[in-house]
């Protein structure tokens, strides 16, 4: 990531969810008035325009021959995501933490998180540009939410709880999205030691990508291009897993895997007549705390 500049892929992402809101009340997935807010001047104006259905089937198709696959996988991913935090929440959570919060606006646009505390820790850079335009679009912040800063490859948890304590013996509804595939492993490891300290029944949703990928980016469609264009922005993949080691890894730390679906498999739940090709590699883990 540039230090000067909140996230690009943080931005595209807001763009996504801009775009599956302009869609008719009927057709969309879920409703995110506040995405926007996240956009620059011509990434504004296109969501502006994408209400029109024949431009945004233009846009989208801008979209997929520069990015195959990952505007649906990243609206299929986020309904999918809703649902599983709706799930924790439901069966005993008493507290949302969002450890890379990126543009996540799930503490503004879900309503049944309007009761529940929610913490949001995220780089500086991305932190601050999140809570302006949130505030702007808002009025002002939720009463229920706090922005606490972190980098993760320089800083630890651990560290933060000395200035922003958090309450660990609460069960808590934990999202780690889009972030693992951007650290290192002793710093997805230092994470996932400090997510054990949480009580039981707290659960873990997060992504990753398959460690084939970074590998042999051959293997997937589209992938070749992307890790290129990542690294052109400065926001290079580092890390990812192999499926068939997760279970085993997340048990060494107290979690027990719940689900682990690929982009394939969420954008068929959700979005059934799909074609796409392209993001396959990208997946959602769902974990509980034993």
Known sequence: MKTNKASRTAQYMALFRALETSRPAGMRLFNDPYAAAFLGMKLRGAAQLSRIAVIRNIIEGIIYRKIPGALS????????????????????????????????????????????PVIEID??????????????????????????????????????????PIDLDKPTAIIWE????YLNPTAVDNVFRFLSRFAGGSYI???YVHRLVLDNPQAYYGAEKLLIDLDKIEESWTFGFKPDELKPY?????????EDKGATDYRRKYIPYNTERGYEFYRVAFAKKR
Not at 84 to 94: E, K, P, R
Not at 178 to 181: F, Y
């Open 178 to 181: 889009g972030v693992t595939n």
């Open 250 to 258: 997340l048990n060494g730390f107290d979690w027990a895997l719940l």
């Open 73 to 116: 996988s990243g609206i299929a991913r986020t309904k999918y995501i809703d649902d599983l935090l709706y799930y924790a929440v439901n069966n005993g959570a008493q507290q949302v933490l969002i450890l890379g919060a990126g543009f996540d606006t799930r503490c503004a646009r879900l309503p049944f998180l309007r009761s529940t």
């Open 205 to 207: 949703i997060f992504t």
């Open 123 to 164: 780089h500086p850079n991305t932190s601050v540009q999140k809570v302006t335009a949130l505030k702007s679009a808002m009025g002002r912040l939720p009463a229920n939410v706090s922005f606490h800063q972190l980098d993760f490859n320089k800083e630890s948890l651990d560290d933060m709880l000395t200035w922003n």
